[in-house]
Structure formats: C-alpha cells, structure tokens
C-alpha cells in the first residue's frame, strides 16, 4: 500500500459559511414562499420554490460532514465507499468529499503509552435520562504523527544462563506512513506492542546479566563482557533495530528504546545477593591479602637494611605470621607486650 498525500485547499470555512449562508436562505424561502401562496395563490414557480428551500433544510447538513480539521502533527486517512483516496497531512481547516469515511482501526485501543490518556482526542457525549448519566465517548480518528511513547509491562525473561531477570522497557516511537498503518496491518499500536514483547525476548535471551565467562553475546564465536546490567546502551539499541525490522511494513519508526527496569526475579533475588556479597568479600579479602603481605615484606627488607635486629629463618616465620594476623584479622590486634628477653 502506497501512501498518497492529498493536496486538497483548505477551504472549510468558506463552505461552512456558504453551507449556513444557503439554511438561512432556504428557511427565509420557506416563510416567505409559504405567506405568498396563502396571499396571492400557488403557482407552479412558487412550487417549485418551496420544495426546493424544503429539500435544502432537509439534506442540507451532507456538507457538514465534509468538515475537516486538522491541527498539527495529524493526519486523516480517508476512504471513499471502501477505497483508499489518500491522506491529509497539514494542519488547516479543509472540506472533502462528504461520503468519505475516516480510518484509523487503533482509535480505541488504549495501551500504557503517551497519547491514549489525552481526553481532548475524543468527543465526550452525556445524556440526562433522571435516573443516571450517560457517557459516550467517541474515539477520534485522526492519526498523531508525533513522537509517542510507549512502556510496556515488566517481563520475565530467562537470561542467557538460565536465570530469570525482570526487564521493562520503553520505546518512543511515530507514524511515518499512514497507508500501511492503517491497511498493512489490523492494529498498529496492538502490532508495535507485540513486537515489542518478541523482540525485548530475543535480545534478552542473548545476555547474561552480569559479566560471565566464556559467553558469546554478538555471535561472533569470541567471548566478550556483555551484560544486561553493564551494557545497557547496547543492549537498547539491539532491541530498538530488532522492533524496526518487524515494524517497518506497518509504517512505523522506532526512534529509541531504553531500559526501564532490570532487576532479579524475586525467586532468585536472595540468592544472587548472596551471591554479590561472596563475591564482593572475596575481592575485598584478596586486596587485604595482596597489601598485608607486600607491608611484611617490606618491612623484613627495611630490618635487613637498618640492621635493626637479626632474626634466624624461625623468628622471621613467627614475625610473619604475627604480622599477617593483625594486618588480615577483621577485629583491632590485641598486642602483649614482652617485657622480658627477647629469646
């Protein structure tokens, strides 16, 4: 489906007051015409007259329905008894073609985005029947060419190593052919939000969520360190050429993704801060080990130098282990001093 743009004059207002200019001279018709058969007697011009003013009062509001506005970042698809005549883009106050029909099959279908929550694209009816109110409310069929957003709900997804994570994400997208949202597809934003899931699903699945050995995350048979949590940028804009393949037949550009939420399935989230905090300690430990043992080392070498004291291979192993406590040990050394001999 190619989409066509309509060029038509934006000349609404002259037939809205042309429209309302011929009820007013038909109603005037009516009267008049009405008082001079009564007056003067019917003729068959005068006839003529009041059937014509008659027929006017009575179908005259056809062309009302040719009235179209548009404010800015719209557009309306139109049909014409089933067939697509094409689609206005610019803002302007137009008159078409009264039998035309507006299209737009996602004018009712309200996800968790920017621009379903806007009361002032629907036409809001009350009806006061004194027992209760009644609301209806009619969707509007124009199209938003604007930047919109879309936040999907938080899925869970098993990461490359089996782990399930929770992950949302947010996707800013816009109509860019109206011809093949409207016809290529039953529900363009239904549509957008399906791929969505499909493709948050397949990337997800391609990364740990965390740095991890030996896992290939770009296909190339090399193991690298990406992660859902370390490379969230590339990540993204994964998922963002993954939805662009699958929505661009229905005429639509996906202009970014981002990351909403990431986090642990509550099942595993316990474990996995265990997890963390072993890992953390681990490191911790091996730092305090590494700097303990280079702090002994350099202090035998300046007690060697100075020839402070000379200390056989036994009394060096004793002061080592005893430095070592006190450097490693979680808890402040408690020292007893010798007060006698050394030996």
Request: glycine share 6%.
């Amino acid at each position: 489906m190619k989409e066509i743009i309509l060029s038509n004059k934006k000349n609404g207002m002259a037939v809205l007051l042309g429209t309302l200019a011929l009820y007013i001279a038909a109603v005037a018709g009516i009267i008049i015409t009405a008082i001079s058969l009564d007056v003067n007697g019917a003729s068959a011009l005068k006839i003529v007259a009041l059937i014509v003013c008659i027929a006017w009062a009575v179908l005259g509001w056809i062309p009302f329905c040719g009235l179209k506005v548009l404010k800015p970042q719209e557009a309306l698809v139109l049909t014409l008894f089933g067939k697509y005549i094409g689609t206005l883009k610019e803002d302007g106050f137009y008159f078409v073609n009264p039998f035309c029909t507006a299209v737009n099959p996602a004018a009712k279908t309200k996800l968790n985005q920017s621009g379903d929550v806007d009361a002032g694209s629907k036409a809001v009816f009350k009806v006061n029947t004194g027992a209760a109110d009644l609301t209806a409310e009619m969707p509007s069929k124009k199209i938003s060419m604007k930047i919109m957003t879309l936040n999907n709900n938080r899925q869970k997804i098993n990461d490359c190593l089996g782990n399930p994570v929770e992950i949302a994400i947010a996707v800013m997208w816009r109509v860019t052919d109206t011809a093949k949202a409207v016809f290529n597809v039953d529900n363009y934003k239904e549509y957008l939000s399906l791929q969505c899931d499909s493709a948050l699903r397949n990337i997800v699945r391609l990364y740990p969520y965390d740095v991890a050995p030996n896992v290939d995350t770009t296909g190339d048979g090399i193991a690298d360190d990406g992660s859902l949590r370390g490379s969230s940028e590339l990540v993204a804009n994964r998922i963002r050429e993954e939805i662009q393949k699958k929505v661009e037949e229905a005429g639509l550009e996906i202009v970014e993704a981002r990351i909403t939420y990431l986090a642990y399935a509550p099942e595993i989230a316990a474990v996995m801060l265990q997890r963390q905090q072993a890992s953390a300690i681990i490191d911790a430990r091996k730092m305090i080990v590494d700097g303990a043992v280079g702090m002994v080392e350099m202090a035998l070498e300046r007690l060697n130098e100075n020839q402070i004291v000379d200390l056989d291979e036994e009394r060096k192993a004793a002061m080592v282990s005893n430095l070592l406590v006190v450097l490693c040990g979680n808890h402040d050394a408690q020292p007893i001093v010798n007060s006698g001999s050394l030996y």
